[in-house]
Antibody
Framework: VQLVESGGGLIEPGGSLRLSCGAS????????MNWVRQAPGKGLEWVGR??????????DYTAPVKGRFTISRDDSKNTLYLRMNSLRTEDTGVYYC????????????WGQGTMVTVSS | SYELTQPPSLSVSPGQTAGITCSGH??????VSWYQQKPGQSPVLVIY???KRPSGIPERFSGSNSGNTATLTISGAQAMDEADYYC????????FGGGTKLTVL
């Protein structure tokens, strides 16, 4: 069971970036997937989630990213995405994808994270 | 919005019991999870549904939740338990506590 994030990097304020999270070892298409971020030296912050396609594939986001970030999934590729627009310096941090595979709302599988730095 | 409050730090000697608290309005009515995060690593789930341990988590980790406070207890803390610990619950969205840095020395 594995999650592997990619796509992070250095981006200027106002720019856009797309993160990817490849999943393996479990049935991705029925999994509810989440993004969690962590600013340098700070705590964990939930970014948002996407339900499984069979549950409607609906999304929810934390207030600071609503309207700027979009979570999507491609079940044929076992891949989760996070599209980030209008990036701000406060979006800097490590972005983790995670899922509650066994128990609802208990995140038992985490990726290694990918670093996003928003700076001019 | 719902908030979870944790003490920023806790220090115990090896072999002592560490109790990390997490406070929130009527938290006892919600399921609480706890995560351990060591420097440079991803979080690891150590307690879910208030008191259950995932496979592979040592028995010295236990949890409780009642009233407005959930507690993660590490009985006989070891040097390897030194880490940041986060509580988490679900309101209308996922909420994490601010984290507690546990020092064992």
């Amino acid at each position: 069971v594995q999650l592997v994030e990619s796509g992070g990097g250095l981006i200027e304020p106002g720019g856009s970036l797309r993160l990817s999270c490849g999943a393996s070892g479990f049935t991705f298409r029925i999994a509810r997937m989440n993004w969690v971020r962590q600013a340098p030296g700070k705590g964990l912050e939930w970014v948002g989630r996407i339900k499984s396609t069979e549950d409607g594939g609906t999304t929810d986001y934390t207030a600071p990213v609503k309207g700027r970030f979009t979570i999507s999934r491609d079940d044929s590729k076992n891949t989760l995405y996070l599209r980030m627009n209008s990036l701000r310096t406060e979006d800097t941090g490590v972005y983790y994808c995670t899922t509650d595979l066994t128990v609802n709302y208990a995140f038992d599988i985490w990726g290694q994270g990918t670093m996003v730095t928003v700076s001019s | 919005s719902y908030e979870l409050t944790q003490p920023p730090s806790l220090s115990v000697s090896p072999g002592q019991t560490a109790g990390i608290t997490c406070s929130g309005h009527r938290l006892g009515e919600r399921d609480v999870s706890w995560y351990q995060q060591k420097p440079g690593q991803s979080p690891v789930l150590v307690i879910y549904e208030d008191s259950k341990r995932p496979s592979g988590i040592p028995e010295r980790f236990s949890g409780s939740n009642s009233g407005n406070t959930a507690t993660l207890t590490i009985s006989g803390a070891q040097a390897m338990d030194e880490a940041d610990y986060y509580c988490q619950a679900w309101d209308s969205s996922v909420v994490f506590g601010g984290g507690t840095k546990l020092t064992v020395l």
